[in-house]
């Protein structure tokens, strides 16, 4: 906080300068630790790709988010967000998590 504005992290680690003049006549709540949230990966597959071999991503996937309870929720959803020319699928695979900007450690010293 200075003497003319005050400056706060959005949720992407941009900082954001308001004039204390305006922060005076607002609201403002603060979270420690934000709730569990979604993130999305998104991907292509093409049309010719064997079924089988989408068996294998999907199994793939299930093994790598398993693997890491620390981070990640065990439930996570794969949707096709659009085909694209009847060639392509413009794939998303959405996880829960539990990564937080806030709870980061120092690094050694």
């Not at 005076?24 to 603060?30: D, E, G």
């Not at 049309?47 to 991503?57: D, F, K, N, S, Y």
Request: hydrophobic letters at 40%; glycine letters at 2%; one cysteine or more.
């Amino acid at each position: 906080m200075n003497i003319l504005n005050t400056i706060l992290l959005s949720g992407s680690n941009e900082k954001i300068y308001y004039p204390n003049s305006v922060l005076a006549t607002k609201a403002i709540s603060n979270y420690y630790r934000s709730p569990d949230q979604w993130d999305s990966i998104e991907f292509q597959i093409h049309a010719t790709t064997p079924v089988e071999q989408l068996g294998l991503l999907k199994e793939r996937m299930t093994k790598y988010i398993e693997s890491l309870p620390q981070f990640w929720y065990p439930v996570f959803r794969i949707v096709c967000k659009d085909i694209e020319d009847s060639t392509r699928m413009k794939m998303a695979l959405w996880v829960q998590h539990h990564l937080n900007y806030q709870v980061c450690t120092a690094p050694p010293a």
